[in-house]
């Protein structure tokens, strides 16, 4: 039985921007003028949003009561879902609204279908058999055209009105000077460089295995949890019992080892205790759908920040990620070139950092040297896509793979918009804790 497919659109755009312009007057003319109701799919949504523009057609204040009796007066309130519907999409509005990234979602999808509709009614000419090939092609020529012109383009901003924003900016950064821009990372000498995890970017962590990226990244994941951030933690290869294991080994300095085997001293289970109860007061959320899917992961992470509960998104790691049906003549360095965008994209969308782990290719498989961009697996994408990228390695063969510590480096090899260095970090491997050389730094 052949599939039915869906006409592409999204019903959380539409509801999200319809809501945004019901709470928030100031912002509903800049929204109608953004996104017409030919744009929407939904009749609802069409219905609400042509009250909205009959009412910014007649000067009025386009707010719930307005726009309520607006649909009242076009006998159409009952088929936009009536007082409950409306009364939902305001409910369901996030804490955070980016209301142009939802109007460009919306417009983008009303192209596709308006270029879906035009290539079918092509494909019907073609079949007819009543048209010559040329006359076929010009109209194709024409109607595409049509289509492509309606493409939207960002409106220039001129630069006055960008720079008192960056100017008061400028005069809060003189009078907090000790105060990080980002997250602390939990490292003063990374802090030196990054100014902590700044919100918007996407940051690579890279290594070769059993370097420590994941010890590293839960570091991060419990500096920030001990700000009070909110924090996303999704690992794609460890189970969250094995994380929350690694999590308490750090807090309580008892060996991981003793911990997974139960070898342990009634000193080491009372300092495994308290530890659990640190722990237990983060706000440190774990993925527990096991879905490698991008926009599953997305979703997920989405519903956090709805809910005013996403300071930062760590995961665990970058080539684990599969995209939804991708092209079968996609190369695997093409996949994960449109994950790494979309984590961008996110990183920008819900105004947070993004941390992804990153294996490195095979070319850097010998265990001593510095990494550098190029070897990043599936590198070109992600390389242009991140706006930091670190590495954790060794100079040297690790002559302590069977001890507890390892001294490594911990390099910024890009930095979009500051400065990269290097310093020296220590790995107590059995804790899974990595402190700092502040001799060395």
Not at 104 to 115: D, G, N, P, V
Not at 147 to 175: A, C, F, H, W, Y
Not at 375 to 394: H, K, N, P, T, W
């Amino acid at each position: 039985m052949e599939e039915v497919r869906q006409l592409p659109y999204s019903i959380e755009s539409e509801q999200y921007i319809l809501a945004s312009a019901l709470i928030n007057p100031q912002e509903a003319s800049a929204i109608v003028n953004s996104v017409h109701s030919e744009h929407f799919y939904d009749v609802r949504h069409k219905n609400i949003m042509e009250a909205m523009e009959k009412l910014y057609q007649n000067h009025q204040e386009i707010n719930y009561t307005n726009v309520i009796e607006e649909l009242k007066r076009e006998k159409k309130f009952e088929a936009s879902g009536g007082i409950e519907y409306i009364g939902y999409l305001i409910d369901i509005l996030p804490t955070y609204v980016r209301w142009d990234t939802y109007a460009a979602t919306i417009k983008e999808k009303s192209l596709q279908r308006e270029l879906y509709h035009t290539l079918s009614n092509i494909s019907n000419d073609i079949l007819s058999g009543r048209f010559a090939t040329d006359d076929i092609l010009n109209n194709t020529e024409r109607l595409v055209k049509n289509v492509l012109n309606k493409r939207s383009v960002n409106q220039l901003t001129k630069v006055d009105s960008i720079t008192p924003g960056v100017i008061d900016e400028i005069n809060q950064r003189m009078q907090n000077k000790n105060e990080l821009i980002g997250i602390d990372t939990g490292f003063k000498g990374l802090n030196e460089i990054l100014s902590g995890f700044k919100k918007q970017e996407l940051i690579i962590l890279a290594a070769r295995p059993g370097v420590g990226k994941t010890a590293l990244a839960l570091n991060f994941a419990s500096a920030a949890c001990k700000q009070k951030k909110y924090v996303a933690f999704i690992s794609l290869e460890m189970g969250k019992e094995q994380i929350v294991k690694r999590l308490i080994s750090t807090e309580s300095a008892v060996d991981h080892d003793k911990i997974n085997k139960g070898q342990l001293t009634s000193n080491e289970i009372s300092s495994i205790l308290t530890a659990k109860s640190q722990v237990d007061r983060f706000n440190l959320y774990l993925d527990d759908s096991n879905s490698a899917n991008i926009f599953d992961i997305m979703a997920q992470c989405r519903s956090l920040k709805r809910n005013g509960k996403l300071d930062l998104i760590i995961i665990d790691y970058l080539q684990l990620i599969d995209l939804d049906n991708p092209r079968r003549s996609s190369t695997r360095a093409e996949i994960v070139g449109a994950i790494s965008r979309s984590l961008k994209v996110l990183a920008m969308e819900l105004d947070i950092p993004i941390i992804a782990l990153s294996q490195l290719n095979r070319t850097a498989a010998k265990p001593d040297g510095e990494p550098n961009l190029a070897q990043l697996r599936e590198s070109g994408s992600i390389e242009q896509d991140a706006d930091v990228v670190m590495f954790i390695y060794s100079n040297k063969e690790d002559e302590e793979r069977n001890q507890k510590t390892a001294n490594l480096k911990l390099k910024v090899e890009k930095n979009r918009h500051g400065r990269t260095g290097i310093m020296d970090i220590t790995f107590f491997k059995h804790i899974l804790k990595f402190t700092e050389d502040k001799d060395k730094r």
